[in-house]
T-cell receptor, first 113, second 113 residues
Framework: AQSVTQPDIHITVSEGASLELRCNYS??????LFWYVQSPGQGLQLLLK??????LVQGIKGFEAEFKRSQSSFNLRKPSVHWSDAAEYFC???????????FGAGTILRVKS | DTGVSQDPRHKITKRGQNVTFRCDPI?????LYWYRQTLGQGPEFLTY????????KSRLLSDRFSAERPKGSFSTLEIQRTEQGDSAMYLC???????????FGPGTRLTVL
């Protein structure tokens, strides 16, 4: 069965510090991987996605993620966090020509000044 | 491209009442998805349309739920005899092929009293 695990429910980082949000997936075929951000009461905004090619992908807002097949991981990183990055982040997995995404439970990021 | 829109953004209803939500996808997108997101969880797949055909329904979609996409454009999601457990954010998404990716609507927040 497809599943996504985000081990950290909450993470707090200082503004200007680096960030890494963890994501582990279980998927029977070649995964199509996504990271989304959601501000309170809002919909989902796509940060980046990966299907093939370079395992380090760049996204919007200065985020990047690295796909590691051997670890079944797709961790999200940002070198310097801004207060406006405070939000909830979701990792998701699907199939390239599939019809649904399976989401993790999310990680809430708090940024302290 | 005006994005995916949903109406209403918020709905408060009493237990036992019926509610209907509307989703307008991006005009050239033939796939339309409904997801439900409860507090503290990631979105969960409910159902999916290819044009006007409803091709897949999750077991989460009880017989009190019905979704339509009559002309392959906008879609409605109706919940009959609402229960407090139906309180959630209902998200709509669309795509041309494959999973929803970046085209999620802002969601409809349902509160059942």
């Amino acid at each position: 069965a497809q599943s996504v695990t985000q081990p950290d429910i909450h993470i707090t980082v200082s503004e200007g510090a680096s960030l890494e949000l963890r994501c582990n997936y279980s998927y029977g075929a070649t995964p199509y991987l996504f990271w989304y951000v959601q501000s309170p009461g809002q919909g989902l905004q796509l940060l980046l996605k990966y299907f093939s090619g370079d395992t380090l992908v760049q996204g919007i807002k200065g985020f990047e993620a690295e796909f590691k097949r051997s670890q079944s991981s797709f961790n999200l990183r940002k070198p310097s966090v801004h207060w406006s990055d405070a939000a909830e982040y979701f990792c998701a997995v699907g199939a390239l020509y599939g019809n649904k995404l399976v989401f993790g439970a999310g990680t809430i990021l708090r940024v302290k000044s | 491209d005006t994005g995916v829109s949903q109406d209403p953004r918020h709905k408060i209803t009493k237990r036992g009442q019926n509610v209907t939500f509307r989703c307008d996808p991006i005009s050239e997108h033939n796939r339309l998805y409904w997801y439900r997101q409860t507090l503290g969880q990631g979105p969960e797949f409910l159902t999916y349309f290819q044009n006007e055909a409803q091709l897949e329904k999750s077991r989460l979609l009880s017989d009190r739920f019905s979704a339509e996409r009559p002309k392959g454009s906008f879609s409605t999601l109706e919940i009959q005899r609402t229960e407090q457990g139906d309180s959630a954010m209902y998200l709509c998404a669309s795509s041309t092929q494959g999973p929803p990716q970046g085209y999620f609507g802002p969601g409809t927040r349902l509160t059942v009293l």
